[in-house]
């Protein structure tokens, strides 16, 4: 078969390895053990066997004992298999595209030396070539090793972790799902990266020739991978058969391993929060005992200072290398662009804008009168007619058939041109990855995402800048890649002592990654009175307010003189600049050091001067920490 690989002169790589446990009708048909030569036919209805191959004493083991179970002898694979599976085969697709990436970008792996499956359900299937992992051998542990490896490779609760038992039964290619009816197929790569669901579904109809990609070269990084997989593995008693991870990094060693892991993110083009996210999982896993949180945390804003670009050919981290470049441009050929506009001055084109208020004051009537002017080409206070434009919904609170809908007829937009996901899903890797596929199917002008934090899922924590950086960040470059306006909408909090640029639920990090925050609400003594406000503008002056109503069912624009503090009802004239330069200091350095460059910069663009900063500093006795020829900030932990 031919996603079993073979040497050069066609035959199996360890022939003596030749048997398998092959189930005809379902797994429960198992322990029926044949050499591998004899699972070729294909055409069957349902037929599985092991990924593993296995000596003529496996066959001896359940022929003694009747059953798999309890093999203790040793075994080779020539794939290290990746299984995807979801109820939504298009969130499949992207968890394995992720993962394709991943291994092109972090380890040069060319997606030409892999193998794709599509499983005839709900998933697809990657196959590693054993080859990439260097001269690997049949071993007794080789089942725990290759499980080891693929959890250093990818994160767990991303993949079915399920399949690495070493008499794990696969689905044999051109073998037919007994409840989809399609069959597994082999996918080339160009079907796999580029080709619909529906379409790779259409191939899926009738077996496929097999056929297998020359054998790679080994890998040097996926090597150490292995190596670091093989060494941190300890055997277990024999009753066990099997095999577990064991923290091998020890104390004079740990600085050392991570920076040298950082490094090569690094020069892989990793951001910050990427090595970040690796670190601490290799620091948990693997260092003994661990290092501490701030310690990890340093090691990757240390390495994540340096150019992306490291030709060492030592394959070490080396900050003073002279051979450290990037990639350059001298601004005299540089053309200069202006700024376009959805809805100028309050929604640039291409970038993030925040949409902000309180539960019921008509975020989402606004949104939906703002995709009605693009779908149209008209209708919105102060924006000349233009083009009609696609709009790309994604709302997690309101229903598509009885709210969105009745309210873009109502409006009388065009609903030919607006388009929305059924299922809700989290702006992580893959769903931004989901959301950028949208971008490029439709061509939106406008995404909205209706409210934000229904996005960012249950692990992201929305006050700590950390875990929404990088979302907002991922956010960023697709705006600006599908040259679409994104309006976010968030709720406020219940605070009344700080200025409307801190009222947004959530880190300030999230305003900071807008170029634009839009204010919504009524003026707290006349709930009738209701305004658009503009609170932040980085790329132009504030826009004026615009006022709007809602009344029986309708959506009205109108004038108003409307402002931030009469939506707030705040006591901002009896907040000194001292008090608001502390209220910012507290959300910037709420999760740890932060640069104390960027700490000044974001203060400037929210108006407070260094000197009411400094003297903010002080009295909140932040500390001033230097790293490596860096100052940073961080606020005490016993402070509050």
Not at 247 to 268: C, F, P, V, Y
Not at 274 to 286: D, H, V
Request: aromatic fraction near 8%; proline fraction near 5%.
């Amino acid at each position: 078969m031919i996603e079993q690989n073979t040497s050069q002169n066609g035959k199996l790589k360890y022939p003596e390895f030749n048997y398998v446990d092959y189930a005809i009708g379902g797994v429960e048909k198992r322990n029926n053990i044949v050499e591998f030569c004899k699972t070729k036919d294909a055409n069957r209805s349902v037929a599985y066997r092991t990924w593993h191959r296995f000596g003529v004493d496996y066959k001896s083991h359940v022929k003694n004992t009747g059953s798999v179970t309890n093999y203790e002898g040793a075994s080779f694979s020539d794939y290290l298999p990746f299984d995807f599976d979801n109820s939504d085969l298009e969130i499949s697709k992207q968890m394995a595209l992720e993962f394709v990436e991943y291994l092109k970008t972090m380890f040069d792996v060319t997606p030409e030396s892999l193998l794709y499956f599509f499983s005839g359900n709900k998933g697809f299937h990657i196959y590693i070539p054993i080859e990439l992992f260097g001269e690997i051998k049949p071993g007794i542990n080789l089942h725990a090793i290759l499980k080891a490896a693929a959890f250093l490779l990818w994160s767990p609760e991303k993949m079915d972790t399920s399949i690495y038992d070493q008499n794990r039964l696969f689905r044999i290619p051109n073998t037919k799902h007994q409840t989809s009816g399609l069959y597994k197929v082999q996918l080339r790569p160009n079907e796999f990266y580029n080709f619909t669901v529906e379409e790779i579904k259409t191939l899926a109809k009738q077996p496929r020739k097999l056929f297998r990609p020359e054998l790679p070269a080994p890998n040097a990084q996926l090597v150490q991978l292995f190596h670091e997989a093989k060494q941190g593995l300890t055997k277990m008693p024999k009753t066990t058969g099997t095999a577990t991870a064991t923290k091998g990094i020890r104390e004079g060693d740990r600085n050392r391993n991570l920076t040298s892991l950082a490094g090569a993110m690094r020069r892989q083009g990793a951001s910050y929060e990427e090595i970040l996210e690796a670190l601490k999982l290799r620091n948990e896993a693997r260092c003994n005992p661990p290092l501490t949180e701030k310690e990890v945390e340093y090691i990757a804003k240390s390495v994540s200072r340096y150019p992306v670009e490291n030709n060492n050919s030592n394959g070490q981290y080396s900050p003073n290398s002279s051979n450290l470049e990037i990639e350059t441009v001298q601004l005299s050929s540089v053309k200069a662009q202006d700024v376009q506009y959805l809805w100028y001055p309050r929604i640039p084109q291409g970038k993030v804008t925040l949409v902000e208020g309180d539960p019921g004051v008509g975020k989402s009537w606004l949104t939906m009168a703002i995709a009605t002017g693009v779908s149209l080409g008209k209708g919105i206070p102060e924006r000349e007619e233009t083009e009609p434009g696609n709009v790309l919904v994604l709302s997690a609170e309101d229903g598509l058939a009885d709210t969105i809908k009745p309210r873009l007829q109502s409006f009388g937009a065009d609903c030919e041109r607006i388009f929305a996901p059924i299922k809700l899903f989290t702006l992580d890797a893959t769903g931004l990855s989901l959301l950028e596929n949208l971008t490029v199917k439709y061509t939106p002008k406008l995404v909205i995402i209706d409210p934000l934090v229904a996005y960012l899922g249950s692990r992201v924590d929305i006050n700590r800048a950390n875990e929404t950086r990088e979302i907002m960040a991922g956010l960023a470059v697709i705006a600006e890649k599908a040259n679409c306006a994104i309006v976010a909408v968030r709720h406020l909090t219940k605070s009344t002592k700080t200025r409307s640029i801190y009222r947004g639920m959530g880190s300030i990090d999230l305003t900071a990654a807008c170029r634009s925050v839009l204010l919504v609400g009524h003026d707290a003594n006349n709930p009738e009175i209701r305004a658009v406000v503009h609170i932040k503008s980085n790329l132009a002056p504030k826009g004026s307010p615009i006022g709007y109503r809602i009344e029986a069912g309708k959506f009205y624009w109108t004038d108003t003189t409307i402002t931030a503090e009469d939506i707030l009802d705040s006591e901002e004239s009896d907040i000194t600049p001292i008090d608001e330069a502390k209220d910012f200091l507290m959300q910037m350095l709420d999760d740890g050091l932060v640069l104390s460059t960027d700490v000044f910069k974001q203060a400037g663009e929210n108006h407070i001067s260094e000197r009411t900063l400094r003297r903010a500093k002080k009295q909140l006795k932040i500390k001033s920490v230097k790293n490596d020829n860096n100052w940073y900030m961080e606020y005490p932990k016993n402070a509050i």
